[in-house]
């Protein structure tokens, strides 16, 4: 599982969640079709196994199960959406509860073309693009500069529902290269029932994904073009009854703790 947190993407860099489907929903509900939306999210790193860091998020939704706020550490995002259900604009707020910035998304039909942040600073403005192949994300592209120079790219390889390969090209001016190489289980993974168009925004293989990661290796490209492995993560997982995880803890090699992730959900 890759060390993004859900909110950081909402709350400090551009990005988001609701319902998605009731067919979806018939198969782990009950008979009255009660959703089960992710409610929290609270995140342990181990990158300083004497001093782990936690973050956490919540979520909060209106009665059409749609996202209309997230929190983490005092920052607010508050969602806005169109008749037809989808995200149109994310507002994200400061500690003090003043706008920060906002996001505004654009669609081709019903396929998200873009993200754009809007700051009183135009020069922080960036924007993502995202490119489909047979109706699935294939790339994300960040710009950051008006002719997007040096942007970040991050490509997927699917097989089936699942993200089985992510490679990162990180612009600016040393350029650099990840690969995330993903195995997963046969379960529904914490987003499923996540608007959809904010797993997208999310980005990254697990929000896209269908399955929780069982195993996660990691590379990175060397000064000769070679990818070199540095990392290789197993994910120990507990699920609660409706099968969806409620604790993923990812273990190095070596054994020690990489990360924790505690998921907690309502029914609506």
């Not at 909110?7 to 551009?14: A, D, E, I």
């Not at 001093?51 to 909060?60: A, D, M, R």
């Not at 987003?191 to 929780?212: D, E, H, P, Q, V």
């Amino acid at each position: 599982m890759k060390k993004y947190f859900f909110l950081s993407l909402m709350s400090s860099v551009v990005f988001f969640n609701s319902c998605n489907s009731t067919d979806e929903y018939e198969l782990i509900t009950d008979p009255v079709q009660q959703r089960i939306l992710l409610s929290k999210v609270t995140t342990v790193y181990y990158d300083n196994p004497a001093n782990p860091q936690t973050t956490v998020s919540t979520l909060e939704y209106n009665n059409q199960g749609q996202l209309i706020k997230t929190s983490s550490a005092g920052r607010n995002s508050i969602n806005e959406y169109d008749a037809t259900g989808k995200p149109i604009k994310t507002n994200y707020y400061k500690t003090d509860g003043t706008l920060e910035y906002y996001a505004l998304y654009t669609y081709n039909n019903d396929q998200l073309q873009n993200v754009k942040a809007i700051y009183t600073d135009t020069s922080l403005n960036r924007t993502i693009n995202y490119a489909y192949s047979n109706g699935k994300v294939s790339t994300s592209t960040l710009c950051q500069t008006a002719d997007c120079s040096n942007p970040g790219i991050s490509s997927y390889t699917y097989n089936g529902d699942n993200i089985t390969v992510e490679t990162s090209e990180m612009g600016g001016t040393i350029t650099s290269f990840t690969k995330n190489e993903y195995l997963y289980d046969n379960q529904l993974n914490p987003y499923t029932f996540t608007n959809k168009y904010f797993r997208i925004m999310m980005g990254g293989a697990y929000a896209l994904s269908k399955n929780n990661y069982a195993s996660e290796r990691i590379s990175f490209k060397d000064s000769a073009g070679n990818w070199v492995q540095n990392q290789n993560i197993i994910y120990e997982i507990q699920y609660n009854s409706a099968q969806l995880p409620v604790q993923v803890i990812g273990k190095a090699a070596n054994g020690n703790n990489y990360v924790k992730y505690n998921y907690e959900y309502i029914l609506q």
